[in-house]
């Protein structure tokens, strides 16, 4: 499985803008870029996935480099319900069972 | 939004005793799949199934696992003889025929193996 780098942890404020980057120069042309959190005592939660084009949804938009060795996940407004650890995961876009490989991700602390 | 539900949300048992986690996954959904996480450690990945049988399986599900599709809606992980470092959240996830798709992941189950 492809591999991707992400910060330990990452603080920001209620209410301003979060930038959440996620290395992955091994990704090949097939991989999706996947993002998942993980609220405390949760589950994973599907936040936002892309290939190539920059991707919006109602909780985040995913902004991806154009060589794709890099993306970011940007929370608009952050509230402290974001606080969680976001997973930057690449999954192979091949028809099948894809599992998906969690590493550490990056724990985000939000501050009232 | 349709959800996969786990049951029980704990399950206390003994060590060497078997235990059976439940899930229903999501009804439209073909792949399903079983992660764990120990407490302070990353979520990791158990077994795929789609068209009931086992699509791939990671070194932590040995001879001690199993999984079953008993009916149209259950999807089931049953530990044989638990062990101490079996206790762990353990997470059910279904996804559709689609490629790439996200996976839906349930609230999980609370194994503590005493």
């Known amino acids: 499985d492809a591999k991707t780098t992400q910060p330990n942890s990452m603080e920001s404020n209620e209410e301003e803008p979060v930038h959440l980057p996620c290395n992955h120069s091994?990704?090949?042309?097939?991989?999706?870029i996947h993002w998942y959190r993980q609220l405390p005592s949760q589950g994973p939660e599907y936040v936002i996935h892309g290939l190539t084009s920059n991707v919006n949804n109602r909780m985040a938009s995913l902004a991806i480099a154009e060589d794709r060795k890099s993306s970011t996940l940007i929370l608009h407004r952050a509230t402290l319900r974001d606080a969680a650890v976001y997973y930057c995961i690449l999954r192979e876009g091949i028809q099948g069972a894809q599992k998906l490989v969690f590493g550490q991700g990056t724990r985000l602390t939000i501050n009232p | 939004e349709p959800e996969v539900t786990q049951t029980p949300s704990h399950q206390v048992t003994q060590m060497g005793q078997e235990v059976i986690l439940r899930c229903v996954p999501i009804?439209?959904?073909?792949?399903f799949y079983w992660y764990r996480q120990i407490l302070g450690q990353k979520v990791e990945f158990l077994v795929s199934f789609y068209n009931n049988e086992i699509s791939e399986k990671s070194e932590i599900f040995d001879d001690q696992f199993s999984v079953e599709r008993p009916d149209g809606s259950n999807f089931t992980l049953k530990i044989r003889s638990t062990k101490l470092e079996d206790s762990a959240m353990y997470f059910c996830?279904?996804?559709?025929?689609?490629?790439?798709?996200?996976?839906?992941f349930g609230s999980g189950t609370q194994l503590s193996v005493l």
């Open positions: 091994t990704i090949s042309g097939t991989d999706y």
């Open positions: 009804s439209n959904h073909l792949y």
């Open positions: 996830a279904s996804s559709e025929l689609q490629l790439g798709e996200k996976l839906f």
